[in-house]
């Protein structure tokens, strides 16, 4: 069984008739974020301000559907500028314990949607207390 999360509390209104976010059992499929704010507009800043909000976005999303950033085992980050990654890696290790990091694909855009700067997606599992993932 799934479950498409398409609203809720914290979430930004989208005009695409898609889903932030796709559950089966016990695995999130996380739409593409970017810096949008709850009425769908798009807030436009540096890469980090993009990605701070994008995934402040992700956060809420996985909170609707039952997960947490620490239930995520890949993100997947499209840049509009390479040179912007090691900003971008400073609000990862932030947001993620060295250990526990997710699995990440990183790559150039030629453009994203509102012509932002960042954009990301990503999947989170739910893992029980016993297994190797969780400790």
Known sequence: MKQCITEGANLPAWSSPISHAVVAGD??????QLAIDLDGNYVPGTSLEEARRAFQNIGHVLQASGFTLKDMVFVDIAFIDLADVPQVNTLFAELFDAG?????????AARLPYDARIKVAGVAVRTSAGHPAAR
């Open 27 to 32: 695995t999130c499929y996380l739409s593409g």
């Open 100 to 108: 526990r990091r997710p699995a990440r694909t990183v790559y150039q």
